[in-house]
Nanobody, 123 residues
Framework: QVQLVESGGGLVQAGGSLRLSCAAS????????MGWFRQAPGKGREFVAA???????YYADSVKGRFTISRDNVKNTVYLQMNSLKPEDTAVYYCAARSRSDISTRYSEYNYWGQGTQVTVSS
């Protein structure tokens, strides 16, 4: 069983930055692929970024060049650094863990989810 706890959300002006953190429990964290998804009001859950156990990385086109995903396997934590934020980035951001080492962009292929953290970008 893996438990995920996100932190770091908040309110920021357009062009600003935030760093989300996701702390994971469990001794097998380093073997899991990790992902970030987001869900805006009235919309479905959208893939944002993912990182494999070996730090292979994949981004959604909408965030490429602005967001950076990373992981610290000693601290059992995955991060999402978000720069040049836009109002359309406003959403609840979720951390997810996949009990396989390879990346997926499909939310149905992730086994564990955090509770989510709100990110609001004002114009």
């Amino acid at each position: 069983q893996v438990q995920l706890v996100e932190s770091g959300g908040g309110l920021v002006q357009a062009g600003g930055s935030l760093r989300l953190s996701c702390a994971a429990s469990g001794r097998t964290f380093s073997t899991y692929a990790m992902g970030w998804f987001r869900q805006a009001p009235g919309k479905g859950r959208e893939f944002v970024a993912a990182i494999s156990w070996s730090s292979s990385i994949y981004y959604a086109d909408s965030v490429k060049g602005r967001f950076t995903i990373s992981r610290d396997n000693v601290k059992n934590t995955v991060y999402l650094q978000m720069n040049s934020l836009k109002p359309e980035d406003t959403a609840v951001y979720y951390c997810a863990a996949r009990s396989r080492s390879d990346i997926s962009t499909r939310y149905s292929e992730y086994n564990y989810w955090g509770q989510g953290t709100q990110v609001t970008v004002s114009s």
